[in-house]
């Protein structure tokens, strides 16, 4: 049964809100200026969008010393990719289609930068040697082509209170990691068992320690 209160078309969004003027119009730039350029140098932090086969959407974390993007020039940049869990969501995605959306956040900053463009994967030596930590290479990196740069204002940090010391959630009120997958994957009725989850949660915190890079 249709949602009668669905909203169907840009049309209808228009008329509840309005278009875009002033700075927010004419904010977006094809290319990085230096202001973009310094924000990602001082970025150790970016979530990356893609989509897949059927429109199949994904949002991947990418995190790592500030610095960790190269900025090729003013149209392309360059995200390494570090050991994960092999499921190679973002990469695949890329594959099928090269459309992504980037936002960059540094801590503390209540404002973000925004780039969209299109990605490929490249093995290029240069730029996975300039890559390389504790003599550990990437595999590969993702080059984005720049088209559409822009700085988002801080709202949805001034709500959230992100970056606020006194909205800090001590993370005991939820379970670890390793208890949260191992009791989405049990079988049913079937909760995993205690020295089970200490086993994981010590596997987890070893692979933090040593695959990293």
Same mark, same amino acid.
């Given at each position: 049964m249709a949602d009668?209160?669905?909203?169907?078309?840009?049309?209808?969004?228009r008329r509840l809100y309005g278009h875009a003027e002033g700075l927010a119009a004419k904010k977006s730039l094809p290319k990085l200026d230096r202001h973009a350029r310094d924000y990602i140098?001082? =970025?150790?932090?970016?979530?990356?969008?893609?989509?897949?086969?059927?429109?199949?959407?994904?949002?991947?974390?990418?995190?790592?010393?500030?610095?960790?993007?190269?900025?090729?020039?003013?149209? =392309?940049?360059?995200?390494?990719?570090r050991p994960g869990n092999n499921r190679l969501d973002t990469m695949e995605n890329?594959?099928?289609?090269?459309?992504v959306g980037l936002i960059f956040m540094i801590p503390g900053f209540e404002d973000t930068l925004r780039i969209n463009g299109k990605a490929t994967i490249t093995a290029d030596p240069a730029i996975l040697e300039r890559a390389?930590?504790?003599r550990k290479q990437p595999k590969v990196?993702?080059?984005?082509?720049?088209?559409?740069?822009?700085?988002?204002?801080?709202?949805?940090?001034?709500?959230s209170r992100l970056w606020q010391q006194d909205a800090i959630v001590d993370r005991?009120?939820?379970?670890?990691?390793?208890?949260?997958?191992?009791?989405?994957?049990?079988?049913?009725e079937v909760p995993p068992r205690d020295e089970e989850v200490a086993a994981c949660d010590v596997a987890i915190e070893e692979d933090y320690r040593t695959q990293l890079y």
């Amino acid at each position: 049964m249709a949602d009668q209160h669905q909203i169907a078309s840009a049309a209808e969004l228009r008329r509840l809100y309005g278009h875009a003027e002033g700075l927010a119009a004419k904010k977006s730039l094809p290319k990085l200026d230096r202001h973009a350029r310094d924000y990602i140098a001082r =970025s150790p932090f970016l979530c990356i969008a893609t989509s897949g086969t059927g429109g199949r959407a994904d949002v991947s974390p990418r995190g790592d010393q500030p610095g960790f993007v190269q900025v090729l020039d003013d149209y =392309s940049l360059a995200i390494p990719d570090r050991p994960g869990n092999n499921r190679l969501d973002t990469m695949e995605n890329i594959l099928i289609n090269p459309n992504v959306g980037l936002i960059f956040m540094i801590p503390g900053f209540e404002d973000t930068l925004r780039i969209n463009g299109k990605a490929t994967i490249t093995a290029d030596p240069a730029i996975l040697e300039r890559a390389t930590v504790d003599r550990k290479q990437p595999k590969v990196a993702i080059h984005i082509a720049v088209e559409e740069a822009f700085f988002h204002c801080a709202k949805a940090f001034r709500r959230s209170r992100l970056w606020q010391q006194d909205a800090i959630v001590d993370r005991k009120v939820m379970p670890t990691l390793a208890r949260i997958i191992l009791e989405q994957t049990a079988a049913a009725e079937v909760p995993p068992r205690d020295e089970e989850v200490a086993a994981c949660d010590v596997a987890i915190e070893e692979d933090y320690r040593t695959q990293l890079y």
